[in-house]
């Protein structure tokens, strides 16, 4: 009898103990400039995102620098350099996942690289949405000659020509093994321009391992 008290007693103090470590606690850190970005475990995070922007971005200037042509709508800078006016229409997921709210962040990052080149500016997005909300439309139709015409002549009236389209458009594919599955995104930006019809397109693609216990990226990748 002693014995099972004892025991009974013990157990009393060992769930004591664990109690204050089961309540829903959630504690954060400010990251420096130098910190690596925290690593998804279910899906793509700001590890991937970031380089598939700045890789792809890099890529599309560096592209478009070497093809673009004078076009109508042109806007001289005051020191006298020229710049296209680019409509954003929007980051579009086609990928094997939800992206939340790096959706948003994915498409202000691209806006954000692209105007600091000075051959480019860049529309505000709150004239893109209320444009395409006015009509009622979305990216895709903006490729058809009656909705680009309409889209134009809505900016325009609020003094916002435009020269070239961009659109993002996030893919992926999926391998599974035994449970573990490898997930290939790619990120891919074209610059239409509407002048001529004649597009600039690049992309960027990272893979990335998931695996239900630790040895997992050891049993595949070595």
Request: charge should be positive; aromatic fraction near 8%.
């Amino acid at each position: 009898m002693a014995v099972r008290r004892k025991f009974l007693l013990l157990t009393l103090l060992f769930c004591c103990i664990l109690a204050p470590g089961c309540r829903k606690k959630q504690y954060a850190h400010v990251l420096k400039q130098d910190d690596r970005d925290m690593v998804g475990s279910h899906n793509a995070g700001a590890e991937t995102w970031k380089p598939l922007i700045d890789e792809s971005v890099s890529r599309l200037l560096g592209k478009s620098s070497q093809t673009i042509l004078q076009t109508s709508h042109t806007t001289i800078r005051e020191d006298g350099s020229l710049a296209r006016s680019v409509c954003f229409v929007g980051v579009e997921n086609k990928s094997g996942e939800t992206i939340g709210d790096f959706k948003d962040q994915i498409y202000e990052h691209i806006s954000t690289l692209v105007s600091q080149d000075p051959q480019y500016r860049m529309i505000s997005k709150r004239y893109v949405d209320a444009a395409m909300a006015e009509l009622r439309c979305n990216p895709d139709s903006l490729v058809l000659p009656q909705k680009q015409r309409d889209f134009q002549m809505v900016l325009e009236k609020s003094s916002q020509p435009i020269d070239y389209l961009l659109f993002a458009r996030v893919t992926s594919g999926t391998t599974n093994s035994n449970g573990d599955y490898q997930r290939d995104y790619l990120l891919t930006l074209e610059l239409l321009n509407i002048h001529t019809g004649e597009s600039v397109t690049e992309s960027a693609m990272l893979r990335k391992g998931y695996h239900k216990r630790r040895w997992g990226r050891w049993v595949h990748y070595g």
